[in-house]
């Protein structure tokens, strides 16, 4: 039989968008999900909030191994479109233990538009403060975080991913009961030794820098004075 | 003839474009998300992309302040304040300390914001450069290649003319060192409170569907030249109410004869700084 989902949608959805919205706000700081749906098997119960809140029949959803009845209570309740492509879905679902699809294989978004981009969500079973330190817009300072469902491999493709900006995917980490948010303005430095690895491409910095390895440093994205680059007009000129 | 609204008025697939529309917002920071701007029960140019932003994000355990040029008390802040108490059933209140959600018209408010607050400001004209260039292909094509010499050129041309840069209000801002970002028009005074904040903020400009956000403790940096370093307006005369000298102040002109006074913009502060003066 199929579930029933939020008790009070309007408010149900309301009061869990508010919360992956501050999730995102102020990144790698899990918040507790205020209200928790009965979840189909195949959805953590905290997924299923989440779901329910930002999906409708103007998005598509992919997942690679989403449970038939799952698929059904999630175009039932919210009218997502199921599709089989990764690359072109604006959310894509990825459970635990399963393989993250590389994050530059997904919508990226375009120059003029960047929010054209995707939402991954990752279901994790805990989070921790062992793997790496972020930074960005939205950290007052510096905090440390972890998930169980990421590996060395992820941060490293986040790091390529942060410095696409601002192009990227965004990521929403969700347990049973709590979201974390990594949007794609998050700078993160990986804080455990078997984490450290090669640079990424195109980085000059960290595989020689003792340790923490600083990945993610890129002149070009962080905040500079506009006179700089690309940025236009030299302000010495004037 | 009682007519029943969903829950903060909007229907829930508006809410629900919305809120995906603010989530990529926050994730860009002050890059401009097109939405899909509905009409609403007030004319543009009234605070409609406020409001829907206010829509998407408000629930019944908020609490409203609305404010308009800093006032509470002003005809746009009392009915949009009214509105939501009556769509949205919040608690609304005039304290900046005590609200959750804080819509606003051209000012932000002298008490200093707290994290977990929003502030959704009502925009006119999101795109910075429009006054420069008319097309939107061509604004876009700007921000995408971070192109904003003209910006750079329009403040230089102020100092050529007038000596020093001469936009008082709506001064651009650099958000996060990446996207040129109007603040709305908020006067310049207001601009070093982005910087930082540790409040969210959102923007919505309904006519111009458009909506963008700073998130909390983001680098908001004033455009400036470095021998025309970026400065705020002062006053030499101070609050004829509650005698502050840090607030921003409106010029009232009192009679015919010219007499005038200066007061604080920001009634809530005025207020709680005559009280305290009383104790």
Known sequence: MLQPQFDKPVHDAQCTFRTVLAALSEPLAPLTLPVLPPAPVGLLPGTAAVLLTVLDQEVSLFSANLPADAGEWLRFHTGVRLIDSATDADFVLVHDGETLPALASLKAGEAAYPDRSATVIVETAAFGTDQVEGRGPGFAAARRFGASSLTAEFWADWTANHARFPLGVDVLLVSADAVAGLPRTTQVTLSIDENRREPVEGKADGAQAPEPTRVGEDAEHRPTPPSTGAAGFPRQEV | ?279
């Open chain 2, 1 to 279: 003839m009682n007519i029943e609204y969903n829950y903060g008025f909007l229907d829930e697939n508006t809410k629900r474009m919305l809120r995906r529309g603010l989530l990529k917002a926050v994730a860009i920071p002050g890059y401009q998300v097109p939405f899909g701007s509905r009409e609403m029960p007030l004319p543009y140019g009234w605070g409609t992309g406020g409001i829907q932003v206010t829509a998407s994000i408000i629930g019944s355990d908020d609490t409203l302040k609305v404010i308009d040029q800093g006032a509470d008390d002003t005809t746009n802040a009392v009915n949009i304040r009214r509105f939501f108490g009556r769509v949205a059933e919040v608690a609304t209140t005039e304290k900046t300390s005590e609200a959750t959600v804080i819509q606003t018209r051209h000012r932000i408010p002298e008490t200093a914001l707290k994290s977990g607050q929003i502030m959704v400001f009502q925009v006119p004209e999101p795109e910075p450069l429009r006054t420069l260039e008319a097309s939107e292909v061509e604004t876009r094509q700007l921000h995408a290649h971070q192109e904003y010499g003209l910006m750079h050129v329009k403040l230089y041309e102020d100092i050529a003319r007038y000596g020093h840069i001469a936009t008082s209000y709506d001064y651009p801002v650099m958000v996060n060192g990446r996207y040129l970002t109007s603040p709305s028009p908020i006067p310049k005074f207001d601009n070093p409170k982005l910087h930082q904040s540790p409040a969210l903020l959102l923007f919505g400009a309904g006519r111009e569907k458009r909506l963008y956000a700073i998130p909390p403790y983001t680098d908001v940096e004033s455009l400036a030249f470095d021998d025309h370093p970026f400065d705020v307006q002062t006053w030499d005369s101070h609050c004829a109410l509650c005698g502050s000298t840090e607030s921003y102040l409106d010029e009232i002109i009192t009679d015919d004869a010219g007499s005038r006074m200066f007061v604080c913009s920001d009634t809530d502060y005025c207020a709680t700084h005559q009280q305290e003066a009383k104790q």
